[in-house]
Nanobody
């Protein structure tokens, strides 16, 4: 059974940086996506960035491209999110998520289609960007 536990959320000033971690267990050897989603108050959940396990491709939302970077630990069971130049609109609960989904899914349907396809979610960690 896949389990995901996020950490690292905090309050940070605009322009600041933050580093989130997701500890994952029970990951299968098959094709899957793993990555970060977020949900701001009163808004729908948004896919932020994911990694495709088989080919290592990464997919970023336009709102964070160039500011956020996803990476994996050497053993592959820790997922990191390096967030730079944070803005108030980045304020949200950030969730780590997993889905055993075929490799071509995001290329075929787009990143945001994963919101309904991912099957496992962590409890989330709150990021607040405020002065």
């Amino acid at each position: 059974q896949v389990q995901l536990v996020e950490s690292g959320g905090a309050t940070v000033a605009p322009g600041g940086s933050l580093y989130l971690s997701c500890s994952a267990s029970g990951l299968p050897p098959d094709s899957y996506y793993i990555g970060w989603f977020r949900q701001a108050p009163g808004k729908e959940r948004e896919a932020v960035v994911v990694i495709q396990h088989n080919d290592g491709k990464t997919y970023y939302s336009d709102s964070v491209a160039g500011r956020f970077t996803i990476s994996r630990g050497n053993a592959g069971n820790t997922i990191y999110l390096d967030m730079r130049d944070l803005k108030p609109e980045d304020t949200a609960v950030y969730y780590c998520s997993f889905g055993a989904i075929r490799m071509e899914y995001v290329d075929d349907f787009g990143l945001q289609a994963l919101r309904k396809a991912m099957t496992h979610w962590g409890k989330g960690t709150l990021v607040t960007v405020s002065s």
